[in-house]
């Protein structure tokens, strides 16, 4: 009996000391590669760092000590966080074939494998499949059918910020106000429903939406141990998939009654509609094509669109800025062309070339990426040398070829992407939407001047669309720099290192973490201007400022590459017709229960921490 007391115990020591070197060998890494950064804990690796302080804020103040790339671990998981905007460029955009992964999160389901996954686990394959399914639901053409959908929520929105002033509370928490009305407007653009949380701050989806976010501030005990010890990530998913059968999960209770919505549809018993769930069960039910990569982001309007006129629409060009600034696949973005013309004999904007013969609206242009900063947009207010990326890659990016697919979407898909777009839809634009109103109560100045240009394009309280949003440059800048100041989904900005590669002279071996640093990077003087960047200065997004100052990288609020936020017109469209409704009836001003500064806290966003309490002055 003591010979099996004696060799358990020998194999106890020899596993322990086997885990004890594994771990030690992972934990010397960056030494290894030569990168800078804090000394790790064995078990803790650098998470003791972020028990006091935001993530942002801690990668801030390391970015100052280390420079501008630096590694840290969480647990044993080495992590490389970055600010510098040409290994960002690698990363992102030129070898996005060895990084078209997320960041992996500590218990997830497996991303090639898993039922319920979603287009932000996704990768490879998958992902492609996934993204070229859900792009059309973010068209010119849907977002002009969304917009009476999102002012009929904004109605009920003016009507409850009026209840509450004319009861005499002209001080307002606006936040929670304002996450009532994301979580309608996505509620009814998405899928159709009418949730009225605003009606009824304590429904049930409202009350799951706020449970996931705060458990995911919380930290509950099952993630921390799948991040000290992420070999059994795997198994805890497992248990935690079992444990909804005991135990409500917030995460799988909204799965659940997202279902019922998608099978009243399918079932005819609820109207069709044009929308994202409809755009999911079509997939589900007629096989897909699967476009190359280079193809992702064309969408079915903007094919049939152009189709039926043989023409570019002039006057969507500016509205759809964001797209203009196209990458040319993994190549340079530091050459110029200026004159090139498209198969199609057109010429695209700013002397882009084009190879699908349509430009502007969100589809793919092949554009050399380095633009003349005298280039302007359409409406000659928006330059493209900073607008958003809308990428795209060479075929062989998954070394594939056109072909047919006989998948489309799983039930189980289905599903995992609605509980997505829902709580990316409710939490991230919430935040940002108060952030805005925030900062326009403590800069009157700039309230002002964008109150006149909201008077002078919508005269007698006219309502907004998404067209003529888009026509107002001063609500432009607003919006992009409180983006820049508040960068609320930086959190998630990562790329998983999919095959050994080399980045300018870093050796990135496979299984690596890449973290954007953006909030260094929003506010990093060098590509901002002379003014501070801690001050709300919109008019640093003015065509003369961004043509001088800006890289074309140091605006991340929305990622960049081929897996940029796929809703990013719709969160602009939702921020700025919100904006232009609540300031045509109201002036927004600070009060003795606003905080300055406002306090933040990290979780899957970076969003307030508490009430944000502002007052609302109806206009005369």
């Known amino acids: 009996m003591w010979q099996i007391t004696i060799a358990l115990a020998f194999l106890a020591c020899f596993l322990s000391a086997y885990y004890w070197f594994s771990r030690k060998t992972k934990q010397n890494i960056f030494k290894k590669l030569d990168i800078k950064g804090p000394e790790p804990n064995f078990l803790l690796g650098n998470l003791n760092s972020f028990q006091d302080k935001c993530l942002h804020v801690v990668y801030q103040e390391w970015t100052k000590k280390y420079g501008r790339i630096y590694g840290y671990y969480e647990g044993p998981t080495p992590v490389i966080v970055t600010s510098d905007l040409e290994f960002l460029k690698q990363v992102f955009i030129k070898q996005f074939s060895n990084f078209h992964a997320r960041k992996l999160l500590p218990i997830q389901p497996d991303p090639d494998s898993g039922r319920e996954i979603n287009m932000f686990h996704a990768r490879g394959d998958r992902w492609k499949r996934l993204r070229t399914i859900i792009n059309p639901t973010f068209s010119t053409v849907k977002m002009r059918q969304m917009s009476p959908m999102i002012n009929d929520s904004i109605d009920i929105f003016l009507e409850k910020i009026n209840e509450k002033s004319n009861s005499g509370k002209e001080a307002i928490d606006v936040y929670s106000t304002i996450k009532c009305l994301t979580l309608d407007v996505i509620g009814k653009c998405a899928f159709g429903m009418e949730v009225n949380a605003q009606s009824n701050p304590d429904h049930p989806f409202v009350s799951r939406c706020q449970t996931i976010f705060k458990n995911i501030i919380q930290t509950p005990l099952l993630t921390i141990v799948a991040i000290l010890f992420p070999e059994i990530k795997q198994i805890l998913w497992s248990i935690t998939s079992f444990m909804r059968h005991f135990k409500e999960d917030a995460n799988f209770w909204l799965m659940d009654q997202l279902g019922q919505v998608i099978q009243l549809r399918q079932q005819g018993t609820q109207p069709s509609r044009v929308d994202l769930v409809q755009l999911m069960i079509d997939a589900k039910k007629y096989p897909i094509r699967d476009r190359r990569t280079s193809q992702l982001t064309m969408t079915a309007d903007v094919d049939q669109q152009r189709s039926s006129s043989g023409t570019s629409n002039s006057s969507e060009c500016g509205n ?167 960068p609320t989904g930086s959190q998630v900005i990562s790329r998983l290192c999919m095959e050994d590669c080399e980045i300018n002279g870093v050796q990135v071996p496979k299984g690596m973490t890449i973290q954007a640093d953006v909030w260094s990077i929003h506010y990093d003087q060098e590509y901002w201007g002379a003014v501070d960047t801690k001050q709300f200065y919109p008019e640093r997004f003015s065509p003369e400022n961004k043509a001088t100052h800006h890289h074309p990288l140091a605006f991340m609020s929305f990622g960049a590459g081929p897996r940029n936020c796929v809703g990013m017109r719709f969160a602009y469209m939702e921020l700025k017709i919100t904006l232009v409704r609540l300031l045509q009836k109201y002036t927004i001003e600070p009060c003795e229960q606003t905080q300055i500064p406002l306090i933040l806290q990290t979780g899957a966003t970076v969003t307030p921490k508490g009430d944000v309490i502002v007052k609302f002055i109806p206009r005369s």
């Not at 196209?326 to 062309?337: C, E, F, G, M």
């Not at 998948?407 to 805005?436: H, M, N, P, R, W």
């Not at 009157?444 to 964008?450: F, G, N, S, T």
């Open 320 to 486: 759809d800025h964001d797209n203009w600034y196209k990458v040319h696949s993994l190549t340079t973005l530091d050459s110029a062309n200026n004159n090139v013309e498209n198969p199609k004999g057109q010429m695209c904007p700013g002397g882009s070339q084009c190879i699908s013969g349509v430009c502007g609206t969100g589809a793919v242009s092949k554009t050399i990426d380095k633009v003349d900063s005298s280039q302007k947009s359409c409406h000659g207010h928006r330059d493209i040398a900073h607008a958003q990326y809308d990428i795209i890659t060479p075929d062989d990016v998954f070394e594939e070829k056109r072909k047919t697919s006989k998948q489309g979407l799983t039930e189980d898909e289905i599903k995992a992407q609605s509980v997505l777009f829902l709580l990316a839809g409710y939490e991230t634009v919430s935040a940002s939407l108060t952030y805005a109103v925030y900062e326009l109560a403590l800069n009157m100045d700039v309230q002002k001047k964008l109150q006149l240009e909201i008077d002078d394009h919508f005269p007698d309280m006219a309502i907004p669309t998404y067209q003529t949003v888009n026509a107002l440059p001063y609500l432009d800048m607003v919006t992009r720099e409180t983006l820049r100041m508040y």
